[in-house]
């Protein structure tokens, strides 16, 4: 199974703006952080399985 683990948002010159990177637990997305978030409360985001 193939999981995506990071994308990026991209400007016209090919730099990178902002990075959203996740983490995998199996099949379960785990985490998500997003770098180019407005503030940090919102550049986090966990998951609990149960």
């Given at each position: ?16 703006t ?33």
């Open positions: 199974m193939i999981r995506r683990t990071a994308k990026w948002r991209m400007r016209e010159d090919g730099s990178a902002a990075e959203v990177l996740f983490t995998w637990d199996g099949a379960h997305l785990a985490e998500r952080v997003d770098s180019g978030a407005p503030r940090p409360s919102a550049a986090r985001a966990g998951w609990v399985r149960r």
